[in-house]
């Protein structure tokens, strides 16, 4: 997705919790109907799809119900998937239980300073005795600038230049617009005129002296935007409510991956990530196996996704939230 969709997507998700667990539920379910490919039983599989269809058709059930069915049945004996309403462990595929934590890639600049990158994100550094100069080349990185003032620290993407001394900010670029969310300090957000026009000339040099004069600045938890193809890219400037700026920079979160995890063994992902923390009084729950990737910080999207898939309970508290089997 471009910055632009990436932005929608996060405020769908941030609506309804519901949103991000049907997500995951769904990513939960490509995994598994991946697993045929990944371990070589396409044929068998497919096999036993039509005998299970066969067999059940003439039954009690008719036409794509009865290969919905069968599908959901093979899988249970090829993949150990749990049956509803009740699930039960599923058996642990040698080879294939994973658990990992996805973080943003990082990278430590000459002064210190530390640019945390967006997937896809690149930057070209060019440090000399007055200045720190970083180019966006793409993507979107965010910046914790180490605190320098006779070298100011500067972002430029080609239509703005971000300059700060000790601060922290995003900038993100795509095919609409540069954008610049300041999470802590301020910034100044410079529009740069075409290239031909800033190229070292008289005329080019009075025109970036004019812009810098009226060049905003960008406070701590306000975003900038300057509109790509615009003749004059003039920033606007506006402020960003504390759930949207979070939901905004949820990449930089780190996003717990399971394959055939243990419930047991994901809950105690979740919960070194956590105040609020999960609780599994039964056994059964514990040993039940999921499939997904989710922010680390989305306890309930995690609990939604578990009561949708499993029938688990959820019993809230204000601090904890124990998990109980349906049963």
């Known amino acids: 997705m471009s910055a632009a969709e990436e932005i929608e997507f996060a405020r769908w998700c941030a609506v309804d919790p519901r949103h991000a ?14 697993r045929p490919t990944a371990s070589g039983k ?11 269809d066969r067999r059940r058709r003439h039954r009690w059930m008719a036409g794509g119900a009865a290969t919905a069915f069968a599908a959901a049945a093979c899988l249970a004996v090829f993949f150990g998937l749990p049956p509803a309403p009740a699930p039960k462990p599923m058996p642990v595929v040698a080879g294939l239980v994973t658990t990992r934590v996805i973080e943003p890639k990082r990278q430590t600049l000459p002064d210190g300073s530390i640019v945390e990158f967006r997937h896809g994100a690149s930057i070209a550094v060019a440090y000399d005795d007055e200045c720190r100069v970083v180019t966006l080349k793409n993507g979107e990185a965010h910046f914790s600038v180490m605190k320098d003032p006779s070298k100011p620290f500067i972002v430029e993407t080609g239509i703005a230049r971000i300059s700060a001394v000790g601060t922290a900010f ?3 670029l795509d095919h609409a617009a540069v954008e610049v969310i300041v999470t802590e300090g301020r910034v100044r957000v410079d529009s740069l005129p075409p290239a031909p026009v800033r190229s070292g000339t008289s005329r080019g040099r009075m025109q970036e002296t004019a812009d810098a004069a009226s060049a905003p600045i960008v406070e701590a938890g306000q975003r900038a935007v300057v509109p790509l193809g615009a003749a004059v890219p003039i920033p ?20 717990l991956e399971f394959s055939e995890t243990s419930v047991a063994d994901a809950v105690a992902m979740f919960n070194r990530h956590n105040q609020r923390q999960l609780r599994i009084p039964d056994g059964a729950v514990a040993a039940m196996r999921i499939t997904g990737v989710f922010r ?14 499993f029938g688990i309970k959820a019993e809230r508290r204000e601090r904890e939230i124990f998990l109980h089997s349906a049963m």
């Open 170 to 172: 995003a900038v993100g």
């Open 236 to 255: 606007t400037v506006a402020s960003i409510p504390v759930a949207e700026l979070s939901e905004r920079l949820s990449w930089r979160l780190p996003r």
């Open 296 to 309: 680390s910080d989305n306890v309930e999207g995690f609990v939604r996704a578990l009561e949708s898939s």
């Open 42 to 52: 396409v044929e068998s599989l497919r096999a036993e799809l039509h005998r299970l």
């Open 21 to 34: 667990a049907a997500v995951n539920e769904i990513s939960a379910v490509w995994a598994v109907f991946d």
